[in-house]
């Protein structure tokens, strides 16, 4: 028997978002997550993926995790605080605070998790925070969470987080301050203006929080959106994800001492949540090994994401302001640019459609994440299907 009023909920709301398109089927894909991928039996060159340097199916990596299981077993047997704090997962965190020059990091299971756990470690009801209006969902729910007086700035535009930091700072209301942003914005490519935000962040005495969940292993040769900029005794909290760039799962912060010290005994999801396993905290430590000894695989990233940019680009699409390799094509109607996502499916390019509420109104675009994977013939053969359905559908 289940409840009645859930079974209404349930069927109301499912029933409202398919009558308006807006129930999301997700795809199975019945491949490794690498360039080229299987959906439905059908073979796509995959440029939908968060896999920035193609490591999520890296042999050396495959390998490294399959002798951790022979050696430290599936899983990590309890919270790290009880007795699930494994050697490898020391290794990993002393890996991150050199991958981010920093005095110490501290992991989790996820990006997500990061945000759930090292906002509200440290601001509550009596702080305000600074949050940039197109931040990540997981840092909303982290400010959330906090119980802080969140308070949206204006994309990227430093009079508005200027403004309101000063007023913020005047009114007294405040213990503590926080500005908060992503590294690099998921959705157009653009790159946060960390040094106006640090440069405010000091005249303000804010506290300093960068989630590059997409920049680190992108942006600074891999090294990440603060070190591009060369801020990292300037942040006071790094975030990065270990599932991105990195190929595996979890996520991270960086900082200071005494910062990742409070968060070992403040922060819940550390507490109360077992850690990443063994295969993929030596596969993660390895990945980061592998980022720091060669710029290989981020130069071959940025190669395809400017191949893949000129292509596009050429054939008179509307590719946006990126900085990086994320290549949005803009399309503009939402029902077009799903159309337009549907048949680049169905003539052999994978790459999904974004439109409102994701981004604004009239602003549709198929998002393209070339990888350090794709080689030059896969970019080709994508660029000439964006060329056929661009011409048919008379958006070129
Ligand atoms: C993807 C992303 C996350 C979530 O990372 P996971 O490790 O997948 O949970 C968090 N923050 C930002 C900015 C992201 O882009």
Redesign the pocket.
């Known amino acids: 028997m289940s409840s009645n009023a859930l079974d209404q909920f349930l069927n109301e709301n499912l029933e409202d978002l398919r009558s308006k398109g807006l129930y999301n089927e997700i795809d199975v894909v019945e491949s490794a997550n690498g360039p080229v991928i299987k959906i439905g039996g059908k073979e796509l060159i995959n440029l939908s993926s968060?896999n920035y340097l193609g490591l999520a199916t890296d042999e050396l990596l495959k390998e490294v995790a399959i002798n951790a299981i022979n050696e430290w077993g599936v899983g990590a047997g309890a919270v790290r605080t009880i007795n699930g704090t494994l050697d490898i997962h020391t290794q990993l965190e002393k890996t991150l605070a050199k991958f981010k020059g920093t005095e110490a990091a501290i992991a989790y299971q996820?990006?997500?998790?990061?945000?759930m756990a090292a906002i509200s470690a440290v601001m509550d009801k009596n702080d305000a925070i600074l949050s940039d209006e197109l931040n990540?969902a997981?840092?909303i729910d982290g400010c959330r969470l906090s119980k802080a007086k969140i308070i949206r700035v204006n994309h990227s535009d430093m009079d508005d987080l200027r403004k309101k930091a000063k007023e913020a700072k005047e009114s007294g209301l405040y213990n503590k301050i926080m500005v908060i942003t992503?590294g690099v914005f998921?959705m157009d490519g653009d790159i946060a203006n960390l040094p106006g935000i640090i440069e405010i962040a000091e005249e303000f005495d804010l506290i300093t929080y960068v989630?590059d969940?997409?920049g680190s292993g992108v942006t600074g040769k891999g090294a990440g959106t603060v070190k591009h900029f060369g801020l990292a005794d300037k942040v006071d909290f790094q975030?990065g994800?270990?599932?991105?760039a990195i190929g595996v799962?979890?996520?991270y912060v960086a900082g200071k001492k005494n910062l990742i010290d409070w968060l070992k005994v403040r922060s819940r999801p550390f507490l109360f949540s077992t850690a990443v396993t063994p295969a993929d905290a030596v596969a993660a430590t390895k990945a980061i090994e592998i980022l720091m000894s060669s710029t290989e695989l981020n130069d071959r990233l940025w190669e395809n994401g400017n191949y893949l940019k000129n292509g596009l680009k050429q054939l008179g699409f509307n590719i946006g302001e990126s900085e990086t390799p994320i290549t949005p094509c803009i399309i503009g109607e939402e029902k077009t640019t799903q159309l337009f996502s549907k048949r680049l499916y169905e003539e052999g390019v994978y790459a999904k459609s974004i439109v409102f509420p994701t981004v604004p109104q009239g602003t549709g675009r198929v998002r393209n994440m070339p990888t350090a994977a794709h080689t030059k013939e896969m970019l080709d053969q994508a660029i000439s299907i964006y060329e056929k359905v661009g011409k048919e559908m008379g958006l070129i």
């Open positions: 968060n996820s990006g997500f998790n990061c945000n990540h997981s840092i992503d998921s989630d969940a997409h975030i994800t270990l599932s991105k799962v979890g996520g």
